[in-house]
């Protein structure tokens, strides 16, 4: 059973039309994360939640923004997506403090910006 | 800072032959590390784990790899692979010092040949 959800799979959009993916979890985790991953590339984190907690990464562009209403739910939006941003996005999940374990990931929202 | 290095960014081999994709790491503290597997337009699942104890780690599907504290690597190895095993593999190492932040290597696309 999918226990970090994804949607949409896939979304089209146009240049400079704003986007948003979501992504939801049974886990209860504390921590949610996003990472942007081009084509043969290693997934590259954008911020990441502790519980209501904001953390942002010193090079995400201003572009991207998150939100997470509840500890279910994270959203990630794109104010204006260029060219460039076309790739997948990966939701993740951890559990906070103690000793660091492994992140669960979603399937990935393959975003396409025409 | 952390960090991690993935020798071969891809390995051909044969059916039934073994594969060793190779994995190192820098950073100054105790690691935590992490082999994941990314299928074509997939999310990233996780392969297997060194948190603690026995340095030698299993995987369900016949993978293993070893944690070597003084060459500060993690390679991971299969005996005889199967052409369900092309994927994208990818190294990742979290420490505390790190803010607990999972750094990933740049990935080892393995094709499986029949």
């Known amino acids: 059973d999918a226990m970090v959800i994804q949607n949409p799979r896939y979304q089209v959009t146009q240049f400079g039309k704003p986007v948003t993916l979501s992504c939801s979890q049974t886990?209860?985790?504390?921590?949610m994360y996003w990472y942007q991953q081009k084509s043969s590339q290693a997934p590259k984190l954008l911020f990441h939640?502790?519980?209501?907690?904001?953390?942002n990464e010193a090079d995400t562009p201003d572009n991207f923004q998150s939100r997470r209403p509840n500890t279910s739910f994270c959203f990630l939006d794109i104010r204006s997506p260029g060219l460039g941003d076309a790739a997948m996005y990966l939701c993740?999940?951890?559990?906070?403090?103690?000793?660091?374990?492994?992140?669960?990931f979603g399937e990935g929202s393959r975003l396409t910006v025409l | 800072a952390q960090s991690v290095t993935q020798l071969d960014s891809q390995v051909p081999v044969f059916e039934e032959a073994p594969v060793e994709l190779r994995c190192n790491y820098s950073?100054?503290?105790?690691?935590?590390l992490f082999w994941y597997v990314q299928y074509p337009n997939q999310g990233l699942q996780l392969l297997l784990k060194?948190?603690?104890?026995?340095?030698l780690v299993e995987s369900i599907n016949g993978f293993e790899a070893e944690f070597n504290k003084s060459q500060t690597s993690f390679h991971l190895r299969k005996p005889s692979v199967h052409i369900s095993d092309t994927a994208e593999y990818f190294c990742?190492?979290?420490?505390?010092?790190?803010?607990?932040?999972?750094?990933f290597g740049g990935g080892t696309r393995v094709l499986v040949k029949p």
């Open positions: 993740a999940t951890s559990r906070g403090g103690g000793a660091p374990g492994e992140l669960f």
């Open positions: 886990l209860n985790h504390n921590v």
């Open positions: 939640y502790y519980d209501k907690d904001f953390n």
């Open positions: 950073s100054s503290v105790s690691v935590y």
């Open positions: 060194y948190l603690s104890g026995s340095t």
């Open positions: 990742a190492v979290r420490s505390l010092a790190a803010g607990n932040k999972l750094t």
